[in-house]
């Protein structure tokens, strides 16, 4: 598997994978095959996207320590940046779809629908982290710093289920909610674990709790 | 653009009168040029506008109905299409995703049904489908639906005055509101599993309200008899208020004295209120209401248009909440 995974064709393999949501729905905007609204479904489409390409991104480190499969890490920057281009897509879409671009009114419903802001919030952290994700980025910040600085990835998918959360809860409808915030759970959990396992005692120096840095 | 208030607006003025509401009736102005001597041509033209019903798309047992008198109850906008108006809904007794009433409504057993009057009225009863169908002539009637979340459609009603049935049960001096009980029957439900609202769904009216002639008791739409995703084979439809007060599946109608809760109230009152008329000035707790999507006519990069106070209805229904603070009552 780690032969496949490092075959040359195996990013760009991923790449267009990870395309293939946003040809889909680039796809049912032009044929108009999203329904009855799809402003709507693209705006969830993208979102969802979004959610699920952070989960892919926390999933690589305990799937590749679990496997064997090292060259998975391959990939993670590819899915982080997919998580990213399809946060761009999603706030495009609420931007320009459903406000039409009108400063006033986004300035307006912001404060009126608080998962708005804390989706505002998420996409604001992905920033830095897209900002520097190219390797010259990581050797001028310093592996460490460059380490520290990703962790905002744990604060930007608590915060995208959140947002998630309370979207969802307008209709009192938690199930797929929960099926993320199950996965997340996970993910998260499995990092705690970790280091909780690799470094028992409390106040131990942050370079050595390693684990939670992927 | 300008900017809207979110609160502290002044009382409802009756010449805040839309034109949209006056292009509305043009339908209505046709018939009656049809009947009058406008020219023959004209007359003819017209006279073809005032009579031909929506045609359907086939799928369903037709319908037929005469086109209706009622002040407003024509619109001249374009219809939204069958297949949304049959594939977009929302009827949570089957799912919570828009999609999943036109998939799982199958399983609904619309025949036989019957309807149970009761509560402050000289005739309590039970009627059966055959009854209500010949309660009143079949009326088509082109409302704007708005729903609560944002969107809106333009939909060919089948069915006549709820006043019909309601003067027909002679309400007693007591009889205040009318409450809308609908099916709640886990075998053919599978959205009652979950526990989005309390079941049955139920809905209500002051009793002036229940009585105006647009509030409508719908059995089809489109020359057809509703589809079950739509809320077979019997529905309220309330065109000047948010769409969720018009209850589907009907199978209880209570007159009361006290103003009763809805379903949606008791979920969550301060955001959906017993009145929930369509307004514009009044914003949702969590999103605004100044404007409307809508559903398969603005295209996917046209802007919002403007949500119109009483759903467009202000000339027919605004004067039954003459000096009430809609911001109160909402």
Redesign the interface.
């Given at each position: 598997m780690n032969a496949l995974l490092s075959h040359r064709t195996a990013k760009p393999l991923f790449f267009l994978l990870a395309l293939g949501p946003f040809l889909w729905l680039l796809y049912g905007?032009l044929a108009n095959a999203l329904?009855?609204?799809?402003?709507?479904a693209?705006t969830r489409g993208t979102g969802d996207w979004v959610l699920r390409f952070l989960c892919l991104t926390l999933a690589v480190t305990p799937l590749r320590q679990w496997t064997g499969w090292t060259a998975l890490a391959r990939l993670r920057r590819m899915l982080g940046l997919y998580a990213f281009f399809y946060g761009l897509l999603h706030m495009l879409c609420y931007a320009?779809?459903?406000m039409?671009f009108?400063v006033?009114?986004i300035v307006?419903?912001i404060p009126?629908?608080p998962f708005v802001l804390v989706g505002t919030l998420a996409m604001l952290l992905m920033l830095p982290l897209a900002a520097t994700s190219f390797n010259r980025a990581i050797r001028a910040l310093g592996p460490g710093r460059w380490r520290q600085l990703h962790r905002f990835v744990y604060a930007i998918v608590l915060l995208g289920l959140l947002h998630f959360f309370w979207m969802r809860s307008?209709?009192?409808?938690f199930?797929e909610v929960g099926l993320y915030a199950l996965i997340v759970a996970l993910l998260l959990g499995w990092r705690l674990w970790q280091a909780r396992r690799t470094h028992p005692r409390p106040g131990a120096a942050p370079k050595a709790r390693a684990g939670l840095t992927s | 653009?300008h900017?809207i208030n979110?609160k502290g607006h002044g009382p409802l003025r009756g010449e805040a009168i839309t034109p949209r509401a006056l292009y509305a009736q043009r339908r209505e102005f046709l018939g009656k040029l049809a009947a009058g001597s406008a020219g023959a041509l004209l007359a003819s033209w017209a006279a073809r506008e005032a009579i031909a019903q929506t045609a359907g798309p086939g799928k369903l047992r037709p319908l037929p109905a005469g086109k209706s008198a009622v002040s407003g109850a024509l619109t001249m906008e374009k219809l939204s299409a069958y297949?949304?108006v049959s594939?977009?809904n929302n009827f949570?007794e089957f799912g919570?995703d828009?999609?999943d009433p036109a998939r799982l409504a199958g399983s609904l057993k619309t025949q036989p049904w019957t309807v149970v009057v009761e509560g402050e009225v000289r005739k309590p009863g039970t009627w059966d489908m055959d009854a209500l169908l010949k309660l009143a002539p079949m009326e088509e009637r082109i409302y704007r639906m708005r729903c609560v979340e944002g969107?809106s459609m333009v939909i060919p009603w089948v069915g006549y005055s709820l006043a019909e049935l309601v003067k027909r049960v002679e309400p007693t001096g007591n009889a205040r509101f009318v409450q809308f009980v609908t099916l709640a029957d886990k075998s053919q439900m599978p959205g009652l599993r979950?526990?989005?609202?309390d079941w049955p769904y139920v809905e209500g009216l002051r009793l002036d309200e229940a009585l105006h002639p647009l509030a409508m008791l719908a059995f089809g739409l489109y020359g057809e008899v509703l589809p079950n995703q739509n809320g077979a084979p019997v529905r309220l439809v309330v065109p000047w208020k948010y769409g969720f007060k018009s209850a589907k599946s009907i199978v209880r109608i209570r007159f009361v004295e006290k103003q009763p809760k809805s379903s949606w109230e008791t979920?969550a009152a301060s955001e959906y209120g017993f009145y929930s008329n369509v307004n514009p000035k009044v914003?949702h707790?969590?999103?605004?209401q100044a404007t409307e999507?809508r559903?398969?006519d603005d295209g996917?990069?046209s802007?919002?248009r403007p949500t119109l106070m009483f759903n467009g209805y202000e000339a027919q229904v605004g004067q039954l909440y003459a000096g009430m603070d809609l911001s109160k009552f909402f």
């Amino acid at each position: 598997m780690n032969a496949l995974l490092s075959h040359r064709t195996a990013k760009p393999l991923f790449f267009l994978l990870a395309l293939g949501p946003f040809l889909w729905l680039l796809y049912g905007a032009l044929a108009n095959a999203l329904g009855p609204n799809p402003a709507e479904a693209l705006t969830r489409g993208t979102g969802d996207w979004v959610l699920r390409f952070l989960c892919l991104t926390l999933a690589v480190t305990p799937l590749r320590q679990w496997t064997g499969w090292t060259a998975l890490a391959r990939l993670r920057r590819m899915l982080g940046l997919y998580a990213f281009f399809y946060g761009l897509l999603h706030m495009l879409c609420y931007a320009w779809l459903d406000m039409g671009f009108n400063v006033g009114e986004i300035v307006r419903d912001i404060p009126k629908r608080p998962f708005v802001l804390v989706g505002t919030l998420a996409m604001l952290l992905m920033l830095p982290l897209a900002a520097t994700s190219f390797n010259r980025a990581i050797r001028a910040l310093g592996p460490g710093r460059w380490r520290q600085l990703h962790r905002f990835v744990y604060a930007i998918v608590l915060l995208g289920l959140l947002h998630f959360f309370w979207m969802r809860s307008a209709k009192n409808d938690f199930g797929e909610v929960g099926l993320y915030a199950l996965i997340v759970a996970l993910l998260l959990g499995w990092r705690l674990w970790q280091a909780r396992r690799t470094h028992p005692r409390p106040g131990a120096a942050p370079k050595a709790r390693a684990g939670l840095t992927s | 653009m300008h900017f809207i208030n979110d609160k502290g607006h002044g009382p409802l003025r009756g010449e805040a009168i839309t034109p949209r509401a006056l292009y509305a009736q043009r339908r209505e102005f046709l018939g009656k040029l049809a009947a009058g001597s406008a020219g023959a041509l004209l007359a003819s033209w017209a006279a073809r506008e005032a009579i031909a019903q929506t045609a359907g798309p086939g799928k369903l047992r037709p319908l037929p109905a005469g086109k209706s008198a009622v002040s407003g109850a024509l619109t001249m906008e374009k219809l939204s299409a069958y297949s949304d108006v049959s594939t977009y809904n929302n009827f949570y007794e089957f799912g919570t995703d828009k999609s999943d009433p036109a998939r799982l409504a199958g399983s609904l057993k619309t025949q036989p049904w019957t309807v149970v009057v009761e509560g402050e009225v000289r005739k309590p009863g039970t009627w059966d489908m055959d009854a209500l169908l010949k309660l009143a002539p079949m009326e088509e009637r082109i409302y704007r639906m708005r729903c609560v979340e944002g969107w809106s459609m333009v939909i060919p009603w089948v069915g006549y005055s709820l006043a019909e049935l309601v003067k027909r049960v002679e309400p007693t001096g007591n009889a205040r509101f009318v409450q809308f009980v609908t099916l709640a029957d886990k075998s053919q439900m599978p959205g009652l599993r979950s526990s989005v609202l309390d079941w049955p769904y139920v809905e209500g009216l002051r009793l002036d309200e229940a009585l105006h002639p647009l509030a409508m008791l719908a059995f089809g739409l489109y020359g057809e008899v509703l589809p079950n995703q739509n809320g077979a084979p019997v529905r309220l439809v309330v065109p000047w208020k948010y769409g969720f007060k018009s209850a589907k599946s009907i199978v209880r109608i209570r007159f009361v004295e006290k103003q009763p809760k809805s379903s949606w109230e008791t979920a969550a009152a301060s955001e959906y209120g017993f009145y929930s008329n369509v307004n514009p000035k009044v914003d949702h707790p969590r999103w605004s209401q100044a404007t409307e999507r809508r559903i398969g006519d603005d295209g996917l990069l046209s802007k919002k248009r403007p949500t119109l106070m009483f759903n467009g209805y202000e000339a027919q229904v605004g004067q039954l909440y003459a000096g009430m603070d809609l911001s109160k009552f909402f």
